[in-house]
């Protein structure tokens, strides 16, 4: 027997380019079933996490046959385009790869905040570690919807020096002549490239170091990052 009514329709409504059977078929609850109040929240999670809706309701209403639920959605705008205001540089085509959203495409969230992250992450690599991302969303009328990434790239993280610690066999003048990470020279530094701190430039030149202990017969020595 069962302990309370069966759900006899669901009925989605406010879709309006996402098709009902889209939605239908992620839901867990079935026609047929018994009606658990407590399983409504992880339905909302469930077709929120299909990246298409801005809100998400799930409503009953009685039936003759028991009980109809009643999902009402609001889509996501359509982004139409998609732009990049304040980079000098930093390519345009070097940030579009960055991006998760896509134009012509629904408008999610999470890939907004993902990308925002990604480009920060960008900047950070080219040693850019104050820089700022802000994403603004403008209505273009109709569901539709322009997205702007704003970038406040801030000023480069010079190198002041270059310190080694614990290398008691090898001079530290040697191992700076092995690796790119260089101390800023206003004179050379916009010319060479160098002088900047880099992240993934770090990493390479721990290698180096390794490699350079590993050709004077210390091939166990150890070698961290930086602080």
């Known amino acids: 027997l069962s302990d309370g009514p069966v759900i006899s329709s669901i009925d989605i409504r406010g879709n309006k380019r996402i098709e009902s059977e889209n939605i239908l078929a992620k839901m867990g609850i079935k026609i047929g079933e018994v009606f658990s109040a407590t399983r409504i929240p992880n339905e909302i999670r469930t077709i929120f996490g299909m990246g298409y809706f801005e809100d998400v309701q799930l409503e009953t209403e009685p039936t003759a046959d028991g009980v109809g639920l009643v999902v009402v959605v609001k889509e996501n705008s359509f982004v139409t385009d998609i732009y990049y205001d304040g980079h000098e540089n930093i390519k345009t085509d070097k940030l579009k790869e960055e991006v998760a959203v896509r134009v012509n495409t629904f408008l999610d969230q999470n890939k907004v905040e ?68 260089q101390k800023y020279k206003f004179l050379t530094s916009w010319l060479s490239g160098t002088g900047t701190y880099k992240k993934d430039e770090i990493s390479n030149d721990i290698e180096r170091i390794k490699d350079v202990y590993a050709n004077k017969g210390f091939l166990n020595a150890k070698v961290g990052m930086p602080d």
Do not use: C, M, W
């Open 114 to 181: 993902e990308s925002v992250k990604a480009l920060r992450a960008l900047y950070r690599g080219d040693g850019y570690y104050d820089a700022t991302v802000i994403p603004v969303i403008q209505s273009t009328g109709e569901d539709r919807s322009t997205l702007t990434f704003y970038i406040k790239e801030g000023p480069l993280a010079r190198i002041k020096h270059v310190d080694f610690i614990g290398n008691h066999k090898i001079p530290a003048e040697e191992l700076r002549g092995g690796i790119s990470t």
